[in-house]
């Protein structure tokens, strides 16, 4: 089969080989700067899926969707100029005929040829190495195979640990073992070299790394190589060269890579001494009419295994294509990186391990924190300039790291001791220089930033959007922030036009100040009367600090109307009723009281997706007699209506449960008693699964325990809703104790300082540092709070009292619930109902609207 | 003139009509400062609003946007110093003094006129 190419008069036909992050990126911005339109491309990829983020690959393992993953190609996929063949490699190129060979047999005939093939992993000629349950960390592909596998080996009911075998002690190495960690397996890390990430870290560096990678619960084996792999029954049995046999379920190889170049060996273009298709600072080949970029590219003779210098290798490449003169820049071939996972901070940039010539190193040690930073700098002239920066190692906090890294090639500021010691001096963006890089997956510098700023680009979304900084691994999004700041942008946290402050600081004004009061506090802080967005807030601040029941005094006129009558208004102007039924479970004669209840008042019930029962159609003025009945058969408030705790679902566990190893059940009901009548941010969910199979979902909520053999797991920061979120794993085989302690801590914080309506996903991705952040304060009580939060949730629980019982034993707040003022007794009449399915609903809204004015009868 | 009847063909008096007589319909006391109450004047349904300066406001009860009757139980506060209150439902905005809907310029609720005499609400008939 040939495929003609159906090339009009000048325009010509340019082929990229390799759909992946960089191939896309060249195929992206040709298409955005070619406007004329003088390219027709055809890509031929490979992989069969869509071009997608290999650098956040592993979040596939936290939940991210292949959809998440995605490129943004919205642009390319109707663009009549673009097509892409996938699952189909090129096999063979014929530079003399300028035509490529797909493994399914197409020929297609080129004016241009990039190879944007990138590399393949590595795997060192051992033994065994073929066996099933051997695997490569590098594809979305790879990544199914292996959650499989896994999936298979914890469902196994054989005895002992369910492990796996990471070959290789590096950036991916660690990733890989991370993601096997959270598919259920122990992972054990074999790196040959004597300490890990020997790359980007050096000796000290590593032995820290190490000590805190074990204590994240991965066992570390450096200095040992991996001799071969037998399988034994059902598992794998991999021996290293001391000797020593690990057992393993599955064994992944993230030994290093290698660049993709077989075609273009194959067809005798010159390749690099360590691989990779040679190329010039043009990124073209021996070849005119060839070029290669990214990681299958040897530029001058190196590869680069980072995406930003192949993104710049994409961009120099579609500006030759254009007839520009673009060519490579050596600050475009950082290969700085920072890595931030299983709770350890790591960055290398630069001279990291003090190469130059008559380099000085500047170190802090400090075993006892568990950080460790070392500076490489040149020495100050004889003229007493200050010295250079050329390159540095952070391990355990690595949070200088976006200010350190720009001023490299650069005198440093103050005093390098004093960059790297807790507490010493922040460098500040203003003393960087406008070629500074701030984001150097995209090579956006400080000077594009100030443009972008300068062109109206006024916050931090703008700012991706224009300048593509901040998009790819986001370590750089705080200094945007920062840059923002310095080149006098307001970026405004007020909560509305009567509070300038957030929500987060009016929290800390109201406690510190002991302030009581609404009215007090906006006369104090704020303007106006307030709206229907600060009212709310400030009274679910109030009613966190525990200033009694939520409808006493002035607070009764900031609640929300569902706060306001303890119900949830439906579109008709009716309640519904949620009663608590801690954990989903009910007696059989609580269900009978419902059921009568309902039947009673005409309500509509159905069983919510949280694992209770909800009751609609309650007109405002029969909720306390609904409530008499359900207060005395001993049910109280479930909070439907409160920004609040709403359920702790749980599964059935060990109590029925074959598989259960923790009483799920017991444990749900006793979180949901700690929590109910919280006030928080937004609405807090949880659930309780007796093990891993997680019949109670509880990683779709926003604390999630799921049992262990030794105790549980806690995962923090999910939710359903309109942004699905996994939660992720906080603290793991803890006892009963600790997790209720952590829990209380982890909510607690969040009602402090999270935004108004921030559920604890985002709030967990905006904190500066995340959910490591998040670890050291409530884990490691880096901020010396935790005996504050712990006694404020000691209050909450000490003081807890069902809201409804308390409205109905208050005839003042109990005369609220009625129809009219002047005729308590008269129905409503714009409530109607019609029966379905043996129910009553709402009848259809009268239409009202397109009526200039609304005449009330 | 005053009158205590409520009769079902009582009309509240729009804002700037004439009034002919006035209805009262509960004491001050019994509303909330900060908060609205629905009464029922003869065939229509009243929002009544105590501000917490002791103004008073009323304007009709049925949200035009759902024909649900709960304007009475939004949230009152301020627009640039405008007093509002927000549907409970969808959140949109009127102004107190004149029913306007500050998010959409083609909806109005009824303004109806209202007074405090005696500490009794009193709302005017036309
Ligand atoms: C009744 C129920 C549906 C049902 O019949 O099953 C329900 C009903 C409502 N949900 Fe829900 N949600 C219900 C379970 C859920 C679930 C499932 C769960 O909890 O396991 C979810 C997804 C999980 C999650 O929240 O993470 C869910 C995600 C939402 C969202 C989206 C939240 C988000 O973060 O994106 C909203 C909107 C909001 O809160 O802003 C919402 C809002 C609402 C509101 C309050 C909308 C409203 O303001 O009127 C509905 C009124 C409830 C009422 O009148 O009683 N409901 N809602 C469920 C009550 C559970 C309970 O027992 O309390
Ligand atoms: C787990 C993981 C984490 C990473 N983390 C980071 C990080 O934090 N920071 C960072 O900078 N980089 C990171 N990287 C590296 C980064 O993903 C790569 O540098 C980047 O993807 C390189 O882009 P590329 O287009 O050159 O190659 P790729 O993205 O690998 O794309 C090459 C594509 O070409 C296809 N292909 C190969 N041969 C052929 C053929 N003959 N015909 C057709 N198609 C072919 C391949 O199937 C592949 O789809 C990470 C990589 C992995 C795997
Ligand atoms: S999650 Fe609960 S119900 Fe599901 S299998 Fe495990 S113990 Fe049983
Ligand atoms: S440095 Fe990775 S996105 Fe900016």
Not at chain 1, 170 to 184: D, T
Not at chain 1, 704 to 713: D, K, L, P, R, S
Request: glycine share 12%; with cysteine.
């Amino acid at each position: 089969m040939t495929e003609q190419s159906v090339t009009q008069q000048g325009v010509n036909h340019l082929v990229v080989v390799g759909n992946g992050m960089v191939g896309h990126r060249l195929v992206s911005t040709l298409r955005a700067r070619d406007g004329d339109g003088t390219w027709q491309i055809t890509v031929l990829g490979e992989e069969s899926r869509p071009a997608y983020d290999r650098v956040a690959l592993s979040s596939y393992v936290d939940g991210a969707s292949e959809q998440d993953l995605r490129l943004d190609d919205a642009g390319l996929q109707d663009d009549p100029l673009v097509t892409h063949h996938l699952g189909d490699a090129v096999v063979e190129v014929d530079p003399g005929g300028r035509r490529v060979t797909t493994a399914s047999g197409r020929t297609l005939g080129y004016d241009a040829l990039v190879f944007a093939t990138g590399s393949y992993a590595f795997v060192p000629p051992v033994t065994g190495r073929e066996l099933p349950g051997c695997f490569v960390y590098r594809t979305l592909d790879d990544l199914d195979a292996i959650t499989e596998a896994a999936a298979a080996a914890v469902a196994t009911t054989a005895p002992g640990r369910r492990s796996a075998v990471v070959v290789g002690g590096g950036l991916l190495g660690l990733e890989a073992a991370r993601a096997l960690r959270l598919l259920g397996l122990s992972p054990q890390v074999v790196e040959v070299a004597p300490w890990l990430m020997p790359v980007q870290v050096d000796a000290r560096g590593g032995a820290l790394l190490h000590r805190l990678v074990s204590e994240q619960g991965i066992a570390v084996r450096t200095g040992v190589s991996l001799t071969g792999i037998v399988r034994d029954r059902d598992r794998l049995v991999a021996t290293l060269s001391d000797g020593v046999e690990l057992d393993a379920d599955v064994v992944v190889f993230a030994a290093g890579i290698r660049a993709a170049d077989g075609p273009a060996r194959a067809c005798g273009l010159p390749v690099g001494p360590r691989g990779g298709v040679l190329v010039d600072d043009r990124c073209r080949t021996a070849d005119e009419h060839v070029w290669a970029i990214g990681e299958c590219a040897a530029l001058e003779g190196r590869t680069y295994g980072l995406v930003a210098p192949g993104y710049a290798m994409a961009e120099v490449v579609a500006d030759r294509l254009l007839g520009g003169s673009a060519r490579m820049r050596p600050e475009q071939l950082d290969t700085s990186t920072r890595l931030k996972l299983l709770g350890v901070d790591v960055a290398g940039f630069g001279d990291a391990h003090a190469a130059t010539e008559g380099a000085l190193e500047v170190v802090v040690d400090d075993p006892v924190a568990g950080t460790y930073a070392k500076l490489v700098v040149a020495p100050p002239s004889s003229t007493g300039d200050a010295s250079t920066l050329l390159g540095g190692v952070l391990v355990g906090d690595a949070s200088r790291y976006g200010a350190l890294r720009p001023l490299m090639g650069a005198p440093l500021p103050a005093d390098p001791v004093a960059l790297i010691s807790t507490g010493g001096a922040e460098p500040d963006a203003s003393a960087l220089p406008d070629s500074a890089q701030i984001c150097s997956c995209n090579a956006v510098t400080k000077g594009d930033l100030c443009a972008a700023i300068d062109g109206g680009a006024h916050d931090v979304p703008a700012l991706k959007a224009c300048t593509r900084a901040g998009t790819t691994c986001g370590s750089c999004v705080p200094a945007l922030t920062r840059i923002l700041q310095q080149q006098g942008v307001e970026l405004s946290t007020a909560l509305c036009a009567h509070f300038d402050h957030s929500r987060a600081e009016l929290f800390e004004i109201v406690a510190g100040a002991g302030i009581t009061s609404f009215s007090a506090l906006l006369s104090r802080y704020g303007r106006g009367r307030g709206c229907e967005v600060c009212k709310p807030v400030v009274a679910s601040i109030l009613a966190s600090l525990g200033t009694g029941h939520v409808l006493d005094g002035e607070q009764a006129s900031l609640q929300d109307t569902n706060d306001h009558f303890l119900a949830n208004l439906q579109r008709n102007g009716t309640y519904s009723v949620v009663p608590r039924i801690a954990g989903g479970e009910v007696t059989p004669a609580g269900l009978i009281v419902i059921g009568e209840v309902a039947r009673d008042f005409g309500l509509y019930t159905k069983i919510t997706g949280g694992q209770r029962i909800d009751l609609f159609g309650a007109r405002v003025d029969d909720l306390p007699a609904i409530w008499r009945r359900l207060v005395d058969a001993g049910f109280e408030s479930g909070h439907a209506y409160g920004k609040s705790l709403r359920t702790v679902k749980s599964c059935v566990g060990s109590a029925w449960c074959r598989y259960g190893v923790q009483d799920s059940v017991a444990m749900a009901v006793e979180l949901e008693l700690r929590y109910r009548g919280l006030r928080s941010p937004h609405k807090l969910k949880s659930g309780v699964s007796g093990c891993a199979r997680e019949c109670a979902e509880a990683r779709s909520k926003d604390f999630g325990v799921i049992a262990t053999e030794q105790g549980w797991n806690l995962y923090v920061g999910g939710n359903g809703g309109f942004t699905p979120r996994h939660a992720e794993l906080l603290v793991s085989d803890v006892d009963s104790a600790t997790l209720i302690r952590t829990i209380d801590r982890f909510l607690m914080f969040y009602i402090r300082t999270a935004d108004r309506l921030q559920r604890t996903a985002p709030w967990i991705e905006s904190l500066d540092g995340g959910l490591d952040h998040l670890r050291s304060v409530i884990v490691d009580d880096a901020l010396g709070i935790c005996a504050d939060l712990d006694a404020a949730m000691q209050r909450h629980v000490g003081s807890y009292a069902d809201e409804w019982a308390g409205v109905l034993d208050d005839p003042e707040k109990l005369s609220r619930f009625v129809s009219f003022v002047n005729a308590p007794d008269a129905p409503d009449p714009t409530i109607r109902f019609v029966p379905e399915r043996g129910q009553a609903i709402p009848a259809p809204a009268p239409v009202l609207l397109g009526v200039p004015e609304v005449s009330a009868r | 003139m005053t009158t205590r009847l409520d009769t079902p063909t009582a009309v509240p008096a729009r804002a700037g009509e004439a009034v002919s007589c006035w209805l009262t319909v509960c004491t001050v006391e019994r509303l909330l400062p900060g908060r609205g109450a629905a009464a029922l004047v003869g065939g229509t349904q009243v929002a009544l609003f105590r501000l917490a300066d002791g103004a008073l406001h009323a304007l009709g009860n049925i949200d035009p946007f759902t024909g649900a009757g709960v304007v009475s139980r939004g949230l009152v506060g301020d627009r640039d110093g405008e007093p509002t209150v927000a549907s409970p439902l969808h959140k949109q905005v009127f102004a107190l003094r004149d029913g306007r809907c500050l998010d959409d310029p083609d909806v109005r609720l009824p303004a109806f006129t209202v007074r405090a005499v005696g500490g009794d609400v009193q709302v005017g008939l036309r």
